[in-house]
């Protein structure tokens, strides 16, 4: 184990920063008090987290998460919130071996139970009902900025508390995680709002979806979004449309020289019902890719033609041996345009009619 990373503490600026540095500070007092100087943590929020992984989470034995409404509207902590749960499903499913505790939350700001993700609902780790309930009804942020003696005292107890737990966690001893299979983690939680989009447009996403929401037009489907990095905000964008029609969703970005163009589409297929595929410049210039490639991964097979929805971006000409696929292309991110995304992974079939120049539509 590192010691320079044998905590994490996962947490959002906007729920008061002076209060989480003094929290996150006492806490790193207590376990140096214990075990030595040579342990401390790592403070997520002061990383800006966005949506690529500090290197401290991938590596840190426990994760403290200071949950409250804000945080779980944040990206960047539920990728945190992800990247410590792979890890420990890892321990489990490889080593045979739980890693009880390495994720440990804390309500920082009380949050009503509407407002708690169903990823989060599911965990193991997340308190139920009775665990905890003092802190549950009044947020430990209320006690790190009181100036009451008895809250000062009960602070106190639960940041000793909290260490013993800490201690016995960090034994466990969780393999680190490759950073790239860490940037490929897809987050618990959380939308990226205000993302520009292509030409400094901003892109809305729903801030809070309803995973019991259900569409109207049928079941909810599992999504993958197929695309390149430099339209990581569209891919954002498309996410929040689609969890709040209820769909599951996982962003699959392509690595770029490292697989082919089919073994990333094949990727992003693995487990799901439709895979939206974003067609833009960048992802026809990405790699160096040869024409029957391209053939070859967006051929749909005949017992599931209905698996892709493209969705072109901009007037970039498609490749030569795509211009046959059924596209629907998007004219910015407005309420009408999102409806048109929601209808096109519902019905696949009915996107658009087939487009022999390649033309954007």
């Known amino acids: 184990m590192d010691p320079s990373a044998f905590f994490y503490t996962s947490c959002t600026r906007g729920d008061g920063w002076p209060a989480l540095t003094r929290f996150h500070a006492d806490l790193e007092y207590r376990l140096r008090a214990q075990e030595g100087y040579g342990i401390s943590g790592a403070l997520g929020a002061a990383m800006n987290p966005g949506t690529v992984p500090s290197g401290a989470i991938a590596k840190a034995g426990v994760m403290i998460a200071l949950y409250s409404p ?38 920082w700001k009380p949050v009503a139970e509407r407002l708690i993700p169903q990823e989060v609902r599911r ?50 001893g969780l393999a680190p995680l490759d950073s790239d299979e860490a940037r490929d983690t897809l987050p618990a939680f959380g939308s990226a709002q205000g993302a520009a989009g292509p ?80 067609f833009s410049r960048s992802y026809f210039d990405a790699g160096n890719t040869a024409p029957t490639d391209w053939e070859a991964a967006f051929d749909p097979p005949a ?36 409806e048109r995304l929601r209808e096109g992974v519902m019905d696949p079939a009915g996107t658009a009619p087939r487009d022999p120049a390649g033309g954007a539509r």
């Open 303 to 338: 017992s599931d033609p209905s698996w892709l929805v493209a969705v072109q971006i901009d007037a970039a000409p498609r490749p030569v041996l795509v211009r046959g696929v059924k596209v629907l292309t998007l004219e910015g991110s407005g309420p009408d345009q999102a």
């Open 199 to 278: 030409g400094g447009r901003h892109l809305r996403v729903p801030e809070q979806p309803d995973p019991r929401h259900e569409s109207a037009a049928g079941e909810p489907r599992s999504v993958a979004i197929s695309y390149v990095g430099a339209d990581q905000a569209w891919a954002d964008w498309m996410d929040g449309v689609l969890r709040e029609e209820g769909h599951t969703v996982r962003q699959r970005r392509r690595r770029v020289g490292r697989e082919t163009l089919s073994q990333a589409v094949e990727r992003a297929r693995d487990g799901v019902d439709r895979v939206v595929v974003v």
């Open 70 to 107: 804000r945080y779980f509207l944040d990206r960047g902590c539920g990728l945190e919130w992800a990247v410590i749960q792979s890890r420990m499903r890892r321990r489990a499913n490889i080593e045979g071996v739980q890693g009880p505790g390495c994720l440990i939350p804390v309500c």
């Open 123 to 172: 965990s193991e780790s997340f308190p139920g009902p009775g665990a905890f309930d003092w802190l549950r009804e009044q947020g430990l942020e209320s006690l790190v900025s009181s100036s009451d003696p008895g809250a000062d005292e009960r602070y106190y107890v639960f940041v000793e508390q909290l260490t013993k737990s800490i201690l016995e966690a960090g034994r466990a």
